[in-house]
């Protein structure tokens, strides 16, 4: 009889996501028979109860909005780049049945920003305060950054990324989301906003063609601030990009396995043209 082991996403909205697309096809792709990944809609204040109430088959989850702040309370151990920027993307079962938090969303940053061509010493401005940009610092820091600027709606939010910018040893400046438009000028532009908060902008800005834009969204796509920078000749880099990179990351820390990248690469391509 085969083992089960079952995985999830979760988040809410959660119906357009593409990871079960994935990590399904990553199963197949090494043989592991038994295996499942689902997407399950979850607010935050669900959380805590739904993880408590898993089964002992259940090997893993991934987290999106709203859930990566909420997630370190009720992992039993966090890795140290999860504790310093105070969000994580993943939960891990451990074989005595506590969950460890990480975070996959720095690595898969540094992977898809290094693939764009960014190298040290880039001024990065990222937009927007909540999980993803606390990622994103961490993702400057490894990429030796020269200085982040952060631009957000609340200057509290700002300010919560203060402590995780010093441990991390990023040089950071807030400013106001009405001053968005004079910051796009950097090297790195990530945008970690909901959907629809940053399309305003698409038709305020002027971009420099060497500017490497990243957005985090990938439903829909283009973004309207996407397109703009990439009619400007911007190098883009979409949240498709950054899905990939970071479920690579979550199916080896769930598996155990080398993840079969060509393989979930060309599923998610082909979950894309469906979706």
């Given at each position: 009889?085969?083992?089960?082991?079952?995985?999830?996403?979760?988040?809410?909205?959660?119906?357009?996501?593409?990871?079960?697309?994935?990590?399904?096809?990553?199963?197949?792709?090494?043989?592991?028979?038994?295996?499942?990944?689902?997407?399950?809609?979850?607010?935050?204040?669900?959380?805590?109860?739904?993880?408590?109430?898993?089964?002992?088959?259940?090997?893993g989850l991934s987290l999106t909005m709203p859930l990566k702040e909420a997630v370190l309370d009720?992992?039993?151990?966090?890795?140290?780049?999860?504790?310093?920027?105070?969000?994580?993307?993943?939960?891990?079962?451990?074989?005595?049945?506590?969950?460890?938090?990480?975070?996959?969303?720095?690595?898969?940053?540094?992977?898809?920003?290094?693939?764009?061509?960014?190298?040290?010493?880039?001024?990065?401005?990222?937009?927007?305060?909540?999980?993803?940009?606390?990622?994103?610092?961490?993702?400057?820091?490894?990429?030796?950054?020269?200085?982040?600027?952060?631009?957000?709606?609340?200057?509290?939010?700002?300010?919560?990324?203060?402590?995780?910018?010093?441990?991390?040893?990023?040089?950071?400046?807030?400013?106001?989301?009405?001053?968005?438009?004079?910051?796009?000028?950097?090297?790195?532009?990530?945008?970690?906003?909901?959907?629809?908060?940053?399309?305003?902008?698409?038709?305020?800005?002027?971009?420099?063609?060497?500017?490497?834009?990243?957005?985090?969204?990938?439903d829909p796509w283009p973004t309207p601030l996407a397109a703009s920078a990439a009619a400007a000749?911007?190098?883009?880099?979409?949240?498709?990009?950054?899905?990939?990179?970071?479920?690579?990351?979550?199916?080896?820390?769930?598996?155990?396995?080398?993840?079969?990248?060509?393989?979930?690469?060309?599923?998610?391509?082909?979950?894309?043209?469906?979706?």
């Open positions: 009889m085969t083992e089960l082991h079952r995985a999830a996403v979760l988040g809410k909205p959660i119906g357009h996501s593409l990871s079960p697309v994935i990590h399904n096809a990553g199963y197949a792709a090494v043989g592991l028979t038994g295996w499942s990944y689902v997407a399950i809609e979850c607010a935050e204040a669900e959380l805590p109860d739904l993880v408590a109430g898993l089964g002992p088959e259940w090997v009720v992992a039993d151990e966090v890795a140290p780049v999860a504790a310093t920027v105070g969000a994580a993307n993943t939960l891990v079962r451990r074989p005595d049945g506590s969950w460890y938090a990480d975070n996959t969303d720095v690595g898969g940053m540094v992977r898809v920003l290094t693939d764009a061509g960014v190298t040290g010493g880039a001024t990065v401005t990222v937009l927007g305060a909540g999980g993803t940009a606390r990622a994103a610092l961490a993702a400057a820091a490894q990429l030796k950054a020269d200085g982040v600027t952060v631009v957000a709606r609340r200057p509290e939010a700002i300010d919560e990324l203060r402590p995780a910018a010093a441990a991390l040893g990023v040089p950071l400046s807030g400013v106001a989301w009405l001053d968005a438009p004079a910051h796009v000028t950097a090297d790195v532009v990530i945008s970690t906003v909901p959907k629809g908060v940053a399309d305003p902008l698409a038709g305020q800005v002027t971009w420099r063609p060497e500017t490497v834009y990243f957005d985090a969204l990938y000749g911007c190098r883009i880099v979409s949240g498709l990009d950054l899905l990939l990179a970071q479920a690579i990351g979550q199916f080896e820390l769930f598996t155990g396995v080398a993840a079969p990248a060509t393989q979930m690469r060309t599923a998610l391509r082909a979950g894309r043209a469906t979706n």
